[in-house]
């Protein structure tokens, strides 16, 4: 049975949103208890903004993947390559709570989230040679990411 191009985007939301949901379980009790002893440079965002941005670039990136999935069929290799990259940067992107939160470990999620940003830029070059607009929906969350870093890069400085 041929999935079509919306069932395909569809089951790359309901992915992309499950792998936020079970990485945020990491999350929650060190975002209440050990998340405010930290200091936070300036420009630490409140807390409530990232629930928002996080699911908006979720659905950005699975839109993305699920336009170069409908591309399978005329582009069987390259769109399979796009796809392993998709995968091992979502599944960085979960490691990075995991470490940050969870183990509560911004040094080792810092080293992590250079190699997240990697595979990312990785992934939207892939992207964008498959489809012009897939690369595009990949942009925001590049520049999310690399704000990240700095934030992450930041505090562990701050709380070294």
């Given at each position: 049975m041929e999935l079509n191009?919306?069932?395909?985007?569809?089951?790359?939301?309901?992915?992309c949103l499950a792998v936020?949901?079970?990485?945020s379980i990491a999350t929650m009790s060190s975002v209440k208890t050990?998340?405010?002893?930290?200091?936070k440079p300036?420009?630490?965002?409140?807390?409530?903004?990232?629930?928002?941005v996080w699911s908006m670039l979720y659905i950005m990136m699975a839109v993305a993947a699920g336009m170069v999935w409908n591309r399978f069929e005329h582009q069987k290799e390259e769109v399979r390559k796009a796809?392993?990259?998709?995968?091992?940067?979502?599944a960085l992107n979960a490691l990075w709570s995991i470490l940050f939160f969870?183990?509560?470990?911004?040094?080792?999620?810092?080293?992590?989230?250079?190699?997240?940003?990697?595979?990312?830029?990785?992934?939207?070059?892939?992207?964008?040679?498959?489809d012009k607009i897939a690369g595009y929906l990949f942009i925001p969350y590049i520049a999310w990411v690399s704000f990240a870093m700095v934030l992450n890069g930041s505090i562990w400085w701050l709380n070294r």
């Open positions: 191009k919306y069932t395909k985007i569809t089951v790359m939301v309901a992915t936020g949901y079970f990485s050990w998340f405010p002893t930290l200091v300036v420009f630490n965002p409140p807390s409530w903004v990232f629930a928002p796809l392993i990259f998709f995968a091992i940067q979502l969870g183990l509560r470990n911004p040094f080792l999620a810092l080293i992590e989230i250079v190699l997240l940003w990697l595979m990312i830029y990785e992934t939207y070059l892939k992207f964008a040679k498959i």
